[in-house]
């Protein structure tokens, strides 16, 4: 059973270098693929230096978001026919080979897990997975100044993770591990987002599916948390692509209704007005 890992690369030569550098030697990986999602800078020709057996390099015309970038790698590796496991990983990741073999080897001996991930370190905080939004949750989080608590709703309680392998709703998306063919059956991302709510996205296709996300918290991989999104995006930008991805998630995977829909919308249209006037004054 092959295993292969997506790095979506764009405008980070630096990391996704590193990122190389740190795991070319893993055996455990078959095939490294670095998408590059038309990035501005010269990373391609950065990039293509590391080019070999091992590793491929696939720069893509149109920069359509971080799905629909992830996609075109996984779609590469569906093509080579051989791979049953998939790593989708952002480039500044720090990860040990021996985390990435006990994932595997969670994958190999569980059946009923279909997406895997390890505990996220962010600044110093433990990220094991969190449950969909609710409604209060998606609305709270659109309310300025209220939106830091909406968070706090999405966590299991720490008693949850008594157990090493346990199962969430969604996982972080900056590092994880699937089966392909589970991915092949969701229709690998949802590529009508830019950037924001794939890992919900993922978990609601993943529900429907009835297929398996689940958390090994008994592993840990680092997240230097790259600034290449906030060298791109101004911070109204920013706000503006994640409520388009939420309505998005609401509308098309949690079928919300006619009114409840009109609310958030006025809700975030007076919270854009106080966002302009934050920032900008």
């Given at each position: 059973?092959?295993?292969?890992?997506?790095?979506?690369?764009?405008?980070?030569?630096?990391?996704?270098?590193?990122?190389?550098?740190?795991?070319?030697?893993?055996?455990?990986?078959?095939?490294?693929?670095?998408?590059?999602?038309?990035?501005?800078?010269?990373?391609?020709?950065?990039?293509?230096?590391?080019?070999?057996?091992?590793?491929?390099?696939?720069?893509?015309?149109?920069?359509?978001?971080?799905?629909?970038?992830?996609?075109?790698?996984?779609?590469?590796?569906?093509?080579?026919?051989?791979?049953?496991?998939?790593?989708?990983?952002?480039?500044?990741?720090?990860?040990?080979?021996?985390?990435?073999?006990?994932?595997?080897?969670?994958?190999?001996?569980?059946?009923?897990?279909?997406?895997?991930?390890?505990?996220?370190?962010?600044?110093?905080?433990?990220?094991?997975?969190?449950?969909?939004?609710?409604?209060?949750?998606?609305?709270?989080?659109?309310?300025?100044?209220?939106?830091?608590?909406?968070?706090?709703?999405?966590?299991?309680?720490l008693?949850?993770?008594?157990?090493?392998?346990?199962?969430?709703?969604?996982?972080?998306?900056?590092?994880?591990?699937?089966?392909?063919?589970?991915?092949?059956?969701?229709?690998?991302?949802d590529?009508?987002?830019?950037?924001?709510?794939?890992e919900?996205?993922?978990?609601?296709?993943?529900?429907?599916?009835?297929?398996?996300?689940?958390?090994?918290?008994?592993?840990?991989v680092?997240?230097?948390?790259?600034?290449?999104?906030?060298?791109?995006?101004?911070?109204?930008?920013?706000?503006?692509?994640?409520?388009?991805?939420?309505?998005y998630?609401?509308?098309?995977?949690?079928?919300?209704?006619?009114?409840?829909?009109?609310?958030?919308?006025?809700?975030?249209?007076?919270?854009?007005?106080?966002?302009?006037?934050?920032?900008?004054?």
């Open positions: 059973m092959k295993t292969g890992i997506v790095i979506l690369n764009y405008n980070d030569a630096d990391n996704t270098i590193k990122m190389l550098q740190q795991i070319k030697d893993y055996s455990c990986l078959s095939k490294i693929v670095v998408v590059d999602n038309c990035s501005k800078d010269d990373s391609v020709l950065r990039l293509k230096e590391f080019e070999s057996d091992k590793i491929v390099l696939i720069p893509v015309l149109e920069n359509k978001g971080y799905a629909s970038g992830n996609n075109v790698g996984l779609k590469y590796l569906e093509e080579q026919g051989d791979f049953s496991f998939v790593f989708i990983s952002n480039p500044d990741i720090i990860v040990k080979e021996s985390v990435m073999n006990k994932m595997i080897e969670d994958l190999s001996n569980i059946s009923s897990v279909s997406f895997l991930g390890p505990t996220i370190i962010e600044h110093g905080e433990k990220i094991r997975g969190w449950k969909l939004p609710t409604y209060f949750v998606e609305l709270l989080s659109t309310i300025n100044f209220f939106h830091r608590f909406a968070k706090r709703y999405q966590r299991y309680p008693e949850y993770y008594q157990k090493p392998i346990v199962k969430v709703d969604a996982i972080h998306g900056s590092f994880f591990l699937a089966r392909l063919k589970d991915f092949q059956k969701i229709g690998y991302f590529p009508n987002t830019f950037l924001y709510y794939e919900n996205i993922l978990g609601a296709k993943a529900k429907m599916r009835h297929l398996g996300v689940y958390v090994d918290t008994s592993l840990e680092f997240h230097m948390l790259s600034q290449s999104v906030d060298k791109s995006l101004k911070k109204i930008k920013k706000y503006k692509i994640m409520k388009a991805s939420m309505f998630y609401e509308k098309t995977y949690q079928h919300l209704n006619g009114f409840l829909y009109f609310f958030l919308k006025f809700v975030y249209f007076c919270s854009l007005i106080v966002s302009y006037l934050t920032f900008w004054i």
